[in-house]
């Protein structure tokens, strides 16, 4: 049964408009449907967003934040929740440990990085639980393109497809959540 969930977002401030209107939508989706948000733990950018519509709407919120990023005095303190881990390694691996499913909302380097791994340890079977990528205004749709030509070019299997969903809006991503049944996909090798 699916009760946190993990976001995977932007930590920047000076993206458009539109990203903050769906983080905060997803935030207050999360918290009306009962969810609690795992996420990086940072009062800045998507981060801050999601989160403090979280608390907004009566929802509950862990955040998971390196010190060296706590020390930058980037950590959103209102967290119900607040775990300080050593490095970016051990802060995904709380992350992960705490979550039943994974919505990736856009975002730079270390968000692509942290859905790439969530991804690559659902193939591997490592884990079982939704991953969806909230595709707000297209913005994943140059990854979503490569994806194909890495399926294209068989380095990766086209049933792994099923690994991830891909939704254009937060509602959207709840409802798959609400959907999820685990999809069985052929061992890697």
């Known amino acids: 049964m699916i009760k946190q969930v993990c976001v995977y977002c932007s930590s920047s401030n000076a993206v458009a408009q539109s990203f903050f209107v769906a983080a905060e939508k997803l935030g207050e989706l ?33 955040g998971v934040i390196p010190e060296a990023l706590r020390a930058k005095e980037v950590a959103y303190l209102a967290a119900d929740e607040l775990i300080i881990t050593r490095d970016l390694r051990e802060r995904k691996a709380a992350m992960q440990a705490r979550a039943q499913a994974f919505i990736t909302l856009p975002g730079g380097f270390g968000t692509l ?4 791994e969530i991804i690559t340890l659902k193939q591997l079977g490592f884990h079982s639980a939704p991953i969806v990528i909230l595709n707000t205004e297209n913005y994943y749709q140059p990854l979503l393109d490569f994806f194909e030509h890495v399926f294209r070019h068989r380095f990766a299997k086209p049933e792994h497809r099923e690994l991830y969903h891909v939704v254009p809006t937060p509602e959207e991503a709840l409802a798959r959540l609400k959907d999820y049944q685990p999809v069985v996909v052929p061992d890697k090798w």
């Open 30 to 62: 999360l918290a009306q449907q009962d969810y609690t948000l795992v996420y990086g733990g940072g009062h800045v950018g998507l981060m801050g967003a999601v989160a403090r519509a979280v608390h907004a709407h009566g929802g509950k919120v862990i």
């Open 113 to 116: 990085e942290e859905v790439m």
